[in-house]
């Protein structure tokens, strides 16, 4: 099955700098690549995602880069802001039937104003 | 859109009383519902995968008689936890997707998360 890997566990960084967070996957026939931000106690709420005919996808502050032939995907942001503290999670899946997500181990994200 | 809400929010039983979560898509259809089970500071864990009509796959390691699901509707599906124990305490989310979505068949919509603490 599909193997993704998420580093680093914790990253802080100084408000208006910029973060990455890097994952590889195991599953060359993966397909689908979304990213989503999990506040505490509340359900991961989906940010950005790609999939495998794109190499990069921009929205705003966000951006998401993904290697098909190293397999593996990157999120960047930008001029990051005290509310983007929080965990992210990269997630993996092919894009038929019922073929679930599977999930990095999380990034705890923390921006020191 | 693509609004998924839970309830209850959070809840507390005791100890091998049964208790039932519910999931909705609130503004769009959900041809597959999934329940997920998070430990503090931990990844999410995929429980089981239900299709409206049909009865759900569980994940390996899951008693499906532990942990009910029923998703009879294209909008709502509901998790039991039957005879809860202390050990069942945790925070269960639930997501939707409809394949049906140009461009966003793949997408799971999160929903707020139940927080369940069995005494």
């Known amino acids: 099955g599909e193997n993704v890997e998420q580093h680093p566990s914790t990253l802080s960084v100084q408000e208006g700098d910029s973060a990455v967070i890097k994952c590889t996957y195991s599953?060359?026939?993966?397909?689908?690549f979304p990213w989503y931000k999990q506040e505490l106690g509340k359900g991961p709420q989906l940010i950005i995602d790609?999939?495998?005919?794109?190499g990069e996808k921009k929205d705003q502050r966000i951006a998401v880069t993904l290697n098909k032939t190293a397999k593996h995907f990157s999120l960047h942001i930008t001029e990051t802001q005290p509310e983007d503290s929080a965990v992210y999670f990269c997630?993996?899946?092919?894009?038929?039937?019922?073929?679930?997500?599977?999930f990095g181990t999380g990034t705890r994200l923390t921006i020191i104003p | 859109g693509a609004v998924v809400s839970q309830h209850p929010s959070r809840v507390i039983c005791k100890s091998g009383t049964s208790v039932k979560i519910e999931c909705r898509s609130l503004?769009?259809?959900?041809?597959?519902m999934f329940w997920y089970r998070q430990f503090p500071k931990q990844s999410l864990m995929l429980m089981a995968t239900?299709?409206?009509?049909?009865?759900?796959?569980?994940e390996q390691g899951v008693e499906k008689d532990k942990f009910l699901i029923n998703h009879a509707s294209l909008t709502l599906s509901t998790l039991t936890v039957t005879s809860a124990h202390p050990e069942d305490s945790s925070f269960y989310i639930c997501?939707?997707?409809?394949?049906?979505?140009?461009?966003?068949?793949?997408?799971?919509?999160f929903g707020p998360g139940t927080r369940l603490l069995v005494l």
């Open positions: 997630a993996a899946s092919k894009n038929f039937g019922n073929e679930k997500l599977t």
């Open positions: 997501s939707a997707r409809d394949f049906r979505l140009a461009g966003r068949q793949e997408t799971q919509y």
């Open positions: 239900s299709n409206e009509g049909s009865k759900a796959t569980y």
């Open positions: 599953d060359s026939a993966s397909n689908y």
């Open positions: 790609i999939r495998s005919n794109v």
């Open positions: 503004d769009f259809q959900a041809t597959t």
